[in-house]
């Protein structure tokens, strides 16, 4: 663990904006430092011998105490593989600060920076499988989203699929001759397999997998008095309790948790490539599936990155919609994984099918705005994709939104905190259970509930507004305990704020009502005005989810496409919070983080 601190000392330092630490750490670093010279783009380019040096300055003196999101990036014209660094202040906000360090195509070593910050780990080791970067002192880099004996790396710009058709979307055979046909007829079963060059199947290959217990022990206590055995085991990824297929390789000393691994990417299916080759446009729906309860709000951290890069506004009545679907969002998924994370403490279903009623009246909304309940497709760049629907449920919208918000809604929240927020066993179960110090938390670059939960008050929405937030009166949630309870309880009072702005942006629909929901007439086949690159982060229910978008100018497709995914990086403080607990309460201290494993895998 990294030495971090709540608020990093930064004595002397008056200006915290990233422009003037910019030029600090030129003062301090001429020699190392450039700017990022390309059109549309920011930041600094950091010689690789000093990316950890400048992040520890960044961490412990500048105020810049947070990685929000690392990145890599194939330049295969320039031969190069690229780190992009988001780093942010917990303290004073703002917007992020962008580091890069670039490296030889052929031989990509760098510094890790997990030393600095924790909350890399997972982060570096994806950049490891999908570009093949060399982490240095990393500990453990092996591939985390494609499994170990996986031959290449699959973000790079010269890496092809069986099924490759072509670089970018729409594909010839489609448009415009319309020659559809399915990919497996022309990859026969048996013939759509790629092996390594030069290399064929031999039937001893399949072994033991070994790789997800490295670092995790299996020997006998040296104790002379009791005398015990540490096992490991897996629990996952068929079970009903890891909210998806996912698994976690235990080390347990009886019935005591001394070691744990998340082994994830049983879901993986590559939706980064599949975003570099989809349209602009064509990648809304895709964000739909990542976090499939959040689907709203998934849209919302795209469109604002692509509306960065085309410089587009918004018109009012459009950003008032948008607040609306996010934040009853919001509520739709806390009210889920309250429901999911009682049950996980023993409660079954009674409490999830409770709090399911309510969220059916704000899926019966959403589809009646979008035409789907999940999978929302609702947002577009410039606004949204349609007004609000005339009626939901035979009532006016504007009476059914006003009953949902004022009565139903608070009459269910209020309910749902007397029957279980004093609950003997929710108490038990939950408090102390699953710690994570604040210092920890922000190390470990949690997000949203998990961060707020440990007594840390960072919220995008204050931190650095986006849409009208900063018009807004509300509070950010925070909790001090940083244990399952407050997780529990961090949910109900953001569910309680976002009734406070669903109540302030009311009456601002119906002063918009006729107006505008778009930046002039909805284009469906969009070139990227400019060459550039834009990060576009919101506060979504897990956590901070960030869009890195990157563009040439006058192309229909991102050259690059990241999602900074809140529940993958949230686990990465998994282990932290389970060893010294039991293994019934790995279940609880899981279900506390909120996880969805298509945001997870991708």
Not at 136 to 145: A, N, Q, S, W
Not at 226 to 248: A, C, D, L, W, Y
Not at 329 to 352: E, K, S, V, Y
Not at 529 to 544: D, F, I, L, Q, T
Request: aromatic content about 10%; overall charge negative.
């Amino acid at each position: 663990m990294s030495e971090m601190t709540l608020e990093a000392p930064v004595a002397g330092v008056k200006d915290h904006s990233p422009e003037a630490t910019i030029a600090l750490l030129k003062e301090r670093y001429p020699e190392h430092i450039s700017d990022d010279a390309r059109d549309g783009y920011e930041g600094i380019i950091v010689h690789p011998d000093k990316i950890v040096e400048i992040s520890r300055d960044l961490q412990s003196e500048l105020g810049y105490n947070y990685l929000a999101s690392l990145t890599g990036v194939d330049l295969i014209d320039d031969n190069k593989l690229e780190i992009v660094y988001h780093t942010a202040s917990i303290k004073h906000g703002g917007n992020p600060l962008v580091l890069k360090v670039q490296v030889d195509r052929d031989n990509p070593v760098l510094p890790s920076v997990t030393p600095i910050w924790p909350g890399a780990e997972y982060q570096e080791r994806e950049a490891f499988d999908m570009y093949g970067f060399q982490f240095e002192g990393h500990p453990d880099l092996r591939r985390i989203l494609t499994w170990d004996g996986f031959h290449g790396y699959p973000l790079r710009k010269d890496w092809r699929e069986p099924f490759y058709e072509e670089d970018n979307k729409p594909f010839g055979s489609r448009w415009p001759g319309g020659e559809v046909f399915r990919a497996e007829e022309r990859n026969l079963y048996g013939k759509n397999v790629q092996y390594p060059a030069g290399w064929m199947p031999e039937g001893d290959e399949i072994e033991a997998e070994t790789d997800s217990y490295a670092g995790i022990t299996y020997s006998r206590d040296q104790s002379p008095d009791i005398k015990t055995e540490k096992v490991t085991i897996n629990m996952g990824p068929q079970h009903p309790s890891t909210h998806g297929v996912f698994r976690m390789a235990i080390t347990l000393d009886g019935e005591t948790i001394m070691g744990l691994k998340p082994v994830m990417g049983y879901l993986h299916r590559n939706h980064e490539k599949i975003g570099e080759r989809n349209t602009f446009i064509g990648n809304i729906p895709y964000t739909d599936r990542l976090d499939y309860i959040s689907s709203m709000s998934n849209n919302h951290g795209y469109v604002l990155a692509v509306e960065k890069l085309m410089d587009a506004t918004v018109p009012e009545r459009a950003e008032w919609i948008r607040i609306l679907m996010v934040e009853l969002t919001r509520i739709a998924n806390h009210l889920w994984a309250i429901g999911f994370l009682l049950n996980d403490l023993g409660a079954l279903q009674t409490p999830m099918l409770y709090y399911y009623i309510e969220r059916e009246l704000i899926l019966d909304f959403f589809e009646a705005a979008s035409g789907s309940r999940m999978m929302c497709n609702y947002m577009r760049f410039g606004g949204v994709a349609y007004d609000l629907p005339d009626d939901v449920r035979g009532q006016p919208v504007m009476k059914f939104l006003h009953d949902l918000i004022y009565e139903r809604l608070p009459k269910a929240l209020n309910q749902g905190d007397q029957l279980i927020t004093g609950n003997e066993i929710v108490r038990a179960r939950g408090m102390g259970v699953g710690y994570l110090s604040p210092e920890d938390a922000i190390a470990y670059s949690a997000a949203g509930p998990v961060l707020r939960a440990s007594g840390v008050p960072y919220d995008l929405r204050k931190a650095n507004p986006y849409s009208y937030y900063e018009h807004l009166d509300f509070d950010v949630a925070v909790r001090y305990n940083g244990d399952i309870y407050d997780r529990f309880l961090i949910r109900v009072d953001e569910m309680q704020q976002s009734l406070r702005i669903l109540q302030q942006v009311l009456p601002h629909l119906e002063e918009t009502e006729g107006g505008a929901i778009n930046d002039g007439k909805p284009q469906y086949a969009i070139r990227m005005p400019k060459a550039g690159e834009a990060y576009g982060r919101v506060e979504n229910p897990k956590g901070e989810l960030g869009y890195y978008v990157t563009a040439k100018r006058r192309d229909a497709n991102p050259a690059r496409y990241h999602v900074r995914s809140p529940s993958f990086i949230n686990l990465t403080a998994l282990e932290k919070m389970c060893i010294g607990h039991k293994v019934a309460d790995v279940v609880a201290i899981l279900g506390s983080i909120d996880i969805v494993l298509g945001e997870v895998d991708r």
